[in-house]
């Protein structure tokens, strides 16, 4: 009697790495073709960057929060993505 723990990890799981993998196909099929170099730590940064204040725990919060950040750092981010690239 209880609750099978391990049998929602995995359902939870199994959901998220669906999500995740949407989200890649999406991502190509916008772009065109999907490189390695495009994801350097910058790009891993920002996204932590994005996540972190908003909360993992809530929705909501992320959405709102990232967009916030993301719209907030997006001049800062090309100009200094194109002074890298110099």
Same mark, same amino acid.
């Given at each position: 009697?209880?609750?099978?723990?391990?049998?929602?990890?995995?359902?939870?799981?199994? =959901? #998220?790495?669906? @999500?995740?993998?949407?989200? &890649?196909?999406?991502?190509?099929? +916008?772009? *065109?073709?999907?490189?390695?170099?495009?994801?350097?730590?910058? =790009? #891993?940064?920002? @996204?932590?960057?994005?996540? &972190?204040?908003?909360?993992?725990? +809530?929705? *909501?919060?992320?959405?709102?929060?990232?967009?916030?950040?993301?719209?907030?750092?997006?001049?800062?981010?090309?100009?200094?993505?194109?002074?890298?690239?110099?």
């Amino acid at each position: 009697m209880g609750v099978n723990v391990q049998r929602y990890k995995a359902a939870i799981f199994l =959901v #998220s790495s669906m @999500y995740a993998g949407l989200s &890649g196909v999406m991502y190509g099929l +916008s772009i *065109g073709r999907i490189a390695p170099e495009s994801f350097g730590r910058f =790009v #891993s940064i920002q @996204y932590l960057a994005m996540i &972190g204040p908003g909360g993992l725990g +809530s929705l *909501g919060g992320c959405r709102h929060r990232g967009a916030v950040r993301s719209r907030c750092t997006g001049p800062t981010t090309r100009s200094a993505t194109s002074t890298a690239s110099r």
